[in-house]
Nanobody, 119 residues
Framework: QVHLVESGGGLVQPGGSLRLSCSASESIFSLSAMGWYRQAPGKQRELVAL??????NYADSVKGRFTISGDNAKNSVYLQMNNLKPEDTAVYYC??????????????WGQGTQVSVSS
């Protein structure tokens, strides 16, 4: 079981910035993927940014504004969000994927952190 704990959400005005943090209970070297999803009220959970095998994918809606990064020494991944828009309002979830011995993967989610963008 991998435990993921997010922090850094809050209320920010349009055009502002926030930095989300996700701390994992084990080395991120053991994980095959790690990143962020979000879910707005009444909408499905969607990918925001995901790093896997050295490649990072971003949702088109956040490209150029959001940046994912990691700190192996702290078993953490971060999401720097700049030029925030009201449509970025959502609960943001940290996500991790770990391969199983013998095949397959297990997926893990954090508890979520609220990001609200409003004037």
């Amino acid at each position: 079981q991998v435990h993921l704990v997010e922090s850094g959400g809050g209320l920010v005005q349009p055009g502002g910035s926030l930095r989300l943090s996700c701390s994992a209970s084990e080395s991120i070297f053991s994980l095959s993927a790690m990143g962020w999803y979000r879910q707005a009220p009444g909408k499905q959970r969607e990918l925001v940014a995901l790093g896997t095998s050295g490649v990072t994918n971003y949702a088109d809606s956040v490209k150029g504004r959001f940046t994912i990064s990691g700190d192996n020494a702290k078993n953490s991944v971060y999401l720097q969000m700049n030029n925030l828009k009201p449509e970025d309002t959502a609960v943001y979830y940290c996500y991790a994927r770990r391969p199983r011995l013998g095949g397959g993967v297990d997926a893990y989610w954090g508890q979520g952190t609220q990001v609200s963008v409003s004037s």
